[in-house]
DNA sequence: TACTTGACCGTAT
DNA sequence: CATACGGCCAAGT
């Protein structure tokens, strides 16, 4: 297992319940920035019993990564619901949800601190 | 080796 | 809102 590869695993382990971040976030929290994509292929190949919730990880924009209907989109859609985040049209609103400036620091601490 | 793909992003028009 | 463009880069063909 690459270390760097284990910082995006722990980044996306800190997101709070009810809570999301986006793939760029994470990839930043880790020391990655600008790999967005790192993190987003590392999703597509988490190995079968690893406890992440890769389901709070969304695009910047708030959308969810995955096709509208697709098997993905609807388990994700569910798993946020269930613990209270609000999924209207295949998006989220990062207003509410998201951990973005202060709230972000305040959970995640600020790099290097 | 060369080219394509893809759970992405920020800026610009 | 929608296209376009350049960044990013490991895997798969």
Redesign the pocket.
Known sequence: MIESHQRVYAAIAAIPRGRVA????I?ARAG?P????????L????PDGMQLP??R?????G????APESR?FRE?SRLLRAEGVEVINGRVPLSRFGLDGDLDRALWGMPGD
């Open positions: 986006s793939y760029g976030a990839a990655l600008g790999r967005a994509r790192l993190v987003g292929r999703l597509g190949e988490v890769w389901f990880v969304l695009r910047s924009s959308q969810l990564a995955f993905g994700q």
